[in-house]
C-alpha cells in the first residue's frame, strides 16, 4: 500500500528557532513527494516538490526539504521560524494523476 | 482565471436539504478533484475528473454525492439530502498535466455545516 506518515500531528516552535515537520512515505516504487501549506481559511498552498531531480529540494519562504531513499523520509525544514509559518502542513505522495495519498498535516505553532 | 474559484465559500444547511457546491478550476487544466476536509483531519478524496474521461467516482461516500463536469471546466458537487457529518470544507483542486502526480491547484473551499 502506497501513504504518507506525518509523525506529529502538532510542533510548536520559538519564532527564531529552526522547524522540522517530519513526514515518512511507503510505496512499492520512488513517488513524487510534495509539502502544502494551509493558512485559516485558505486553501493549500504549493511549498515544494520533489520528483527525483535533486534530494534536496529549495521552495517558498524559506523552506526545503530533503529526499533521503534510505530512510524513506522526506522532512521539511526551515532554519528559523516566522510567526507567519503558524499553520496546518500537508505531505504529499503521488504516483500518478489520480493516484495522491495525503498526510493527516501537521500543525505548526510559532511562539512569539 | 488566476486562481481556483470555489462558490459558495460558506453554506449553512438545514438536515435534509439538498446543497451545490461550484468550482471554477484554471483555464486549460484537464484535471479536477474534489476532496473533503473535515475538522482536525486530513483530506479525503471525492472524486476525479481528467478531460472527457469518465470521471473516478470511488471516493464518493454514498449515492447521496454527485458531481459533474460541464464542458470540461466548470463542476459541481452535490449533495442530496444533507445530514450532520456531511459538515466540512469541500476543497476543489486542478491541475494541468495528464498524467504523473503534478502539483495541483486548491480554491479555499466551500465550509458546509449541516444543522
Known amino acids: 500500500a502506497q501513504s504518507v506518515t506525518q509523525l506529529d500531528s502538532h510542533v510548536s516552535v520559538s519564532e527564531g528557532t529552526p522547524v522540522l515537520l517530519r513526514c515518512n512515505y511507503s510505496?512499492?516504487?520512488?513517488?513524487?513527494l510534495f509539502w502544502y501549506v494551509q493558512h485559516p481559511n485558505k486553501g493549500l498552498q504549493l511549498l515544494l516538490k520533489?520528483?527525483?531531480?535533486?534530494?534536496l529540494v529549495k521552495g517558498i519562504n524559506g523552506f526545503e526539504a530533503e529526499f533521503k531513499k534510505s530512510e524513506t523520509s522526506f522532512h521539511l525544514t526551515k532554519p528559523s521560524a516566522h510567526m507567519s509559518d503558524a499553520a496546518e502542513y500537508f505531505c504529499v505522495g503521488g504516483t500518478g494523476a489520480n493516484n495522491l495519498f495525503f498526510g493527516t498535516g501537521t500543525r505548526l505553532t510559532v511562539i512569539p | 482565471g488566476a486562481g481556483v474559484s470555489q462558490s459558495p465559500s460558506n453554506k449553512v444547511t438545514e438536515k435534509g436539504k439538498d446543497v451545490e457546491l461550484r468550482c471554477d478550476p484554471i483555464s486549460g487544466h484537464t484535471a479536477l478533484y474534489w476532496y473533503r476536509q473535515s475538522l482536525g483531519q486530513g483530506l479525503e478524496f471525492l472524486i476525479y475528473f481528467q478531460g472527457n474521461s469518465a470521471p473516478d467516482k470511488s471516493g464518493l461516500p454514498s449515492d447521496r454525492f454527485s458531481a459533474e463536469r460541464t464542458g470540461g471546466s466548470v463542476s459541481t458537487l452535490t449533495i442530496q439530502r444533507t445530514q450532520q457529518e456531511d459538515s466540512a470544507v469541500y476543497l476543489c483542486?486542478?491541475?494541468?498535466?495528464?498524467?504523473?502526480?503534478?502539483?495541483?491547484?486548491f480554491g479555499a473551499g466551500s465550509r458546509l455545516t449541516v444543522l
Open positions: 510505496s512499492s516504487y520512488s513517488p513524487s
Open positions: 483542486a486542478s491541475s494541468l498535466l495528464a498524467s504523473g502526480a503534478n502539483v495541483l491547484t
Open positions: 520533489y520528483t527525483s531531480a535533486a534530494t
